[in-house]
């Protein structure tokens, strides 16, 4: 079976500060797909990152980095000098290889304070 | 180019009722997904679609729940009748036919209130 657990319910921090989002996957499958999407307050669902589990690169993306290691089952996201415009609901989804359907974490609710 | 829309954004109706959701793809992609997100829960996967035929619609969680997809364009999500259990936001998304798997893009969603 397959499950993405977000532990993290809501954080809060002060703006500038870093912050990362964890996210600890489960598969046996051996092909597979990780995805972060945001969720602003206006609800549209907002594509982030796709990584195959074959690239295990951390990718960077300005002030966006994603660490993905295999050998603990992880895809976390980090917000370097966050903005109050970061704040969002931040979800991590998993898709196996045999099928289309995404399956979600729980989100984590991020709260930028000015 | 125009993203995922949704119709409407809002539904409000009482147990038993029939409601109807609608959602527009972005132009050319053959896949469309539904999603609900019940409130304090995970979002769910409810079903895809290949064009206008069903690839996999496990996620449906009973017979009350219709969704089709005439002609493979949009698509519609009816619920009747209605239970106080529907209530959350259904997501509807769309990606690419191609080999492999592509991201899906997401539209705002429809927040059903059943009351």
């Known amino acids: 079976a397959q499950k993405v657990t977000q532990a993290q319910t809501e954080i809060s921090v002060v703006e500038k500060e870093d912050v990362t989002l964890d996210c600890v996957y489960e598969t046996r499958d051996t092909t597979y797909y990780l995805f972060w999407y945001k969720q602003p307050p206006s609800g549209e669902l907002v594509f982030l990152i796709r990584r195959n589990s074959f690239d295990e690169q951390n990718e960077i993306s300005g002030r966006y980095s994603w660490n993905f290691q295999k050998s603990t089952s992880s895809f976390n996201f980090t917000i370097t000098a966050s903005q109050v415009v970061d704040s969002a609901v931040y979800f991590c989804?998993?898709?196996?290889?045999?099928?289309?359907?995404?399956?979600w974490g729980a989100g984590t609710k991020l709260i930028i304070k000015p | 180019e125009a993203g995922v829309t949704q119709f409407p954004s809002h539904s409000v109706i009482e147990k038993g009722q029939t409601v109807t959701l609608r959602c527009d793809p972005i132009s050319g992609h053959d896949n469309l997904y539904w999603y609900r997100r019940v409130m304090g829960k995970e979002i769910k996967f409810l079903l895809h679609f290949v064009k206008e035929s069903k690839q996999d619609e496990s996620g449906m969680p009973n017979n009350r729940f219709l969704a089709e997809r005439t002609g493979g364009t949009y698509s519609t999500l009816k619920v009747q009748p209605a239970e106080l259990e529907d209530s959350g936001v259904y997501f509807c998304a769309s990606s690419q036919t191609h080999w492999g798997f592509y991201e899906q893009y997401f539209g705002p969603g429809t927040r059903l209130t059943v009351t």
């Open positions: 989804a998993l898709n196996v290889d045999s099928n289309y359907q995404l399956i």
